[in-house]
């Protein structure tokens, strides 16, 4: 592959592979795999992209109009501060707002923790046409749930197969999903931390609580792993994003968008109207 | 006012006048009446608000999180192709996805039907901290269906007072509710239905209903006039946006989102934890 382009499959290059449990420490965080090579080529690569993204979107929304049911569902997981919401402002904001569907979740509310765990879900996955992005999911339900014992073991254990049948039910009904580890390193971690510390404008966004989670994070890093290895499959691979340089990140998060939609390949309806008809009423009025 | 400089308050300058019925005949579709002159400045002009707008947002966002119930509520009405969609893209589109909901409002389901006409707009109202746009909205409950006799005449005298009362119940909500007539005359309407007509990735856009609706262009006209002085209230203004120039539709709604967003001046909240204390923490691990 020449260096610095774009590979012709990232989805291939950066999916998790079946069969075999990974071992995260051997991901690299600034890692660089394919693609743009320094912040500016990257920052300029995505905003490229930008068009041809929007370009898909409407083709498929506008399919949607008469009856394809396809659509994208990106799952962004990863640990305080690996950038799910930043993902979500630069690349899910490169697409018409009208098509999108972000959802945010958090701890579970106690409405929620009465239903099973995939419920608050389902009542947020995208409608035909749409491209959906969900940050955190229901994984947090094998992920955090796990490392702070929120569930009995055994009950964790069910819901890596719970999540396999439910993905399985979202191929059958042309949901693409698409779900992104974004993998930081644990000293990138504590520099965007001080840095919500540092920035008036960015403390909010920090709770102490960050800091005792940030003493689990081997025990994340497990869960993580088991997930992944668990719960990926091709009708709806984990991919792993190096996630230390944002601008990286963003740039694989988009072009695994861009490669899965051109494979999706939606196309605008044939009218079901008389073209010339309706012209030559419009000129006669 | 200098030349092509921005008025300090669009909203002003936009504003149906309480009291009177307009006559829409007398505004200018093609006016630019502050702001940029034209396409070129416009655009830039547009752009550069993107910033501010998302920086509002997030600091409006920020607040939520803290209790603040406020948030905004873009409501956008015109004829076909008058640029509703347009400005959801161009506009909202500036700000972070993850803090939009936008809703385009079709001909109402059988279930729909089955329910008041608020019912369907109450559910997909902004929640605390995001900005809500309508693409289209419980206006055509007294627009369409008035045109089209879809109701009993009495029903629909009902409904203005309805849609006064409701909005003012969102007033007392803290919800900013921004409603924009965008403005096109007939000519630019025939010229828009001809383009979608002429490109391949635009006729799925058109139908032949369109052409007849045009038919009842006065009606519909009229029944904006009625709606428009009936349903305008200091807490839920109707602004009339001139339309027929698209850059300048989507400026004016943007600097009108602008005036508001500044107006409300959202607060990132105070740390409600010690920023030193966790900083040490931090640099101790």
Chains 1, 2 share one sequence.
């Not at 098509?99 to 389902?122: D, N, Q, S």
């Not at 990138?188 to 919500?196: F, K, N, P, T, V």
């Not at 792993?240 to 899965?260: G, N, T």
Request: overall charge positive.
């Amino acid at each position: 592959m020449e260096k610095g382009k774009a590979p012709r499959d990232l989805r291939r290059l950066l999916r998790v592979p079946a069969g075999k449990r990974i071992d995260l420490s051997t991901y690299g965080t600034r890692a660089t795999p394919a693609g743009p090579k320094n912040k500016q080529a990257g920052r300029a690569a995505t905003a490229r992209m930008g068009k041809r993204l929007a370009d898909l979107q409407e083709r498929l929304w506008a399919a949607a109009t008469t009856g394809d049911r396809r659509r994208l569902l990106l799952v962004l997981q990863g640990m305080d501060t690996s950038g799910k919401g930043g993902t979500v402002k630069h690349v899910v904001g490169l697409f018409n707002p009208a098509g999108c569907r972000v959802m945010g979740f958090k701890a579970p509310t106690p409405e929620e923790r009465e239903h099973h765990f995939l419920w608050r879900v389902e009542k947020e996955l995208p409608r035909p046409g749409e491209i959906g992005a969900f940050d955190r999911s229901h994984y947090e339900d094998v992920l955090v749930a796990r490392v702070r014992a929120l569930a009995p073991p055994d009950e964790i254990e069910r819901r890596y197969e719970e999540i396999n049948r439910f993905e399985q039910f979202l191929a059958d009904d042309r949901v693409t999903v698409i779900k992104c580890f974004l993998h930081i390193s644990y000293e990138e971690q504590r520099h965007r931390l001080l840095r919500r510390l540092d920035r008036p404008d960015k403390r909010w966004k920090f709770s102490p609580g960050d800091i005792d989670d940030r003493a689990l994070w081997p025990a994340y890093q497990e869960a993580y792993e088991i997930a992944l290895h668990r719960c990926t499959a091709p009708h709806a691979p984990w991919y792993v994003i190096p996630a230390d340089r944002k601008w990286y990140r963003d740039w694989a998060v988009a072009r695994l968008l861009l490669e899965h939609l051109q494979a999706l390949d939606p196309q605008y309806p044939e009218p079901d109207y008389d073209v010339a008809e309706s012209r030559e009423r419009l000129l006669g009025e």
